[in-house]
């Protein structure tokens, strides 16, 4: 009897019928082959679902970063805007992961016979994935990946030709690439002053190649304020409204990426300026690692473990799951696939059922539509269980 059950609630979906469709569709196809759908064929040019790039070389960027060089197995890589980034497919240990790197190389590197994207990774512990690509990525490599993705990059219907960039730690990543593209690509007539916040002259990362593009190009201007480096002749202390107004220039548009303790100093000093919405634009900050931190995050929840069953298709398996991790990192850890791209909650690849259970969605990243709330979905990169959860998700 309970067999019988499982078989019905097993084909609730309508699998096994879907599976019959699909043979007899196999079985009465044309031997002619298809003609060639030019429409699909320019789409799988511009975003392919899937992409293959070799590590051509790799250096040091910081004596805390590198810098990842990378072509593609096919020679072909998307066209991509300065800002923008690549996520890579990996599997480290038992894991799954996919994780998104913004691309600091610019977009006319890219092009051409030679052409190559670049990565800038920080050593940042307790993060999994750059210990992997520090201790394990060498030339040579292959990677799995799929680009481009995001929307932080200038676009001149909305955004002033006098770009302030305001960076901290290894978020001067985009900008990099957007200062590169100035000096040498196709953003001509754009100017762009980058604030860099960092710790000490030792910790500047991509400080050669930002010197190189400054010296090549007068339109890219870099200022770097120091918070503790008293031989430093610069600008010292934190980023401040002082700083930032010193150097912005005539209708800037500010452009922020960096850590979550400089975006909120940030966004309270563009308040305090009047700055208007539309001309400041930040890169998508994640949840911190401590989810307790995070506001309206269920104290002691974090302490507990949870079971969470995990519907695929026919298939269900159960799996053990922290109260203080995402969903999304319990999935990877149980090597379930699932596609992560900007892992704060805003760009819904990681969109996930809720069929029981209790959670708690971080506010800081909330992107569910309406309608994804009222049928249960979440985004499994920011969502916490607060109890067993039962839910389903796609079939990658
Ligand atoms: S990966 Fe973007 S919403 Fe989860």
């Known amino acids: 009897m309970s067999i019988k059950v499982k078989g019905f609630l097993k ?5 096994s019928r879907v599976t019959e469709l699909r043979k007899q569709s196999i079985e009465n196809a044309s031997d002619v082959p298809q003609p060639k759908d030019f429409v699909r064929e320019l789409a799988d040019k511009l975003h392919p679902a899937s992409m293959q790039f070799k590590v051509v070389s790799v250096k040091d960027a910081s004596p805390t970063s590198k810098i990842f060089r990378l072509a593609s197995v096919d ?13 890579f497919r990996l599997k480290i240990g038992d894991s799954l992961l996919t994780r998104p790197y913004t691309i600091s190389s610019a977009p006319f590197e890219a092009r051409g016979e030679n052409g190559f994207v670049e990565v800038t990774i920080r050593r940042n512990r307790p993060y999994l994935v750059p210990d992997y ?14 680009m481009p993705f995001g929307f932080f990059y200038w676009e001149p219907l909305r955004d002033s030709k006098n770009i302030v960039a305001l960076a901290g730690g290894s978020g001067i990543t985009p900008f990099l690439s957007m200062a590169r593209e100035i000096a040498y690509g196709k953003m001509k007539g754009t100017k762009i002053t980058i604030i860099y916040g960092s710790v000490n002259s030792s910790d500047i990362v991509l400080k050669n190649e930002l010197d190189e593009v400054e010296k090549a190009c007068k339109d890219v201007k870099v200022v770097h304020v120091l918070s503790d480096d008293k031989d430093w002749e610069g600008e010292k202390g934190f980023v401040t409204k002082e700083i930032i107004e010193k150097y912005s220039g005539e209708d800037p548009t500010y452009m922020f990426c960096g850590p979550l303790p400089m975006y909120k100093l940030i966004v309270g000093i563009m308040n305090d300026m009047g700055v208007r919405q539309k001309r400041f634009r930040h890169d998508v900050m994640n949840n911190p690692v401590d989810a307790t931190k995070i506001e309206g995050y269920p104290v002691g929840n974090e302490q507990k473990t949870f079971n969470i069953t995990v519907v695929r298709g026919v298939d269900e398996t159960v799996i053990p799951a922290s109260g203080g991790e995402p969903v999304a990192v319990a999935l990877e850890r149980a090597a379930i696939p699932v596609d992560t791209h900007c892992r704060c909650g805003e760009c819904g690849f990681c969109r996930t059922q809720l069929l029981e259970g209790d959670i708690f969605v971080s506010p800081m990243g909330d992107g569910r539509r309406m309608m994804d709330k009222e049928m249960g979905w979440f985004h499994a990169c920011a969502t916490y269980p607060v109890s067993d959860l039962k839910i389903k998700i796609p079939i990658m």
């Open 11 to 15: 084909d609730v979906g309508g699998a």
């Open 75 to 87: 020679g072909h890589i998307p066209v991509f805007q300065a800002g923008q980034y690549i996520n």
């Open 133 to 146: 690509f520090f201790d394990n990525v060498k030339e040579g490599d292959v990677l799995d990946a799929n």
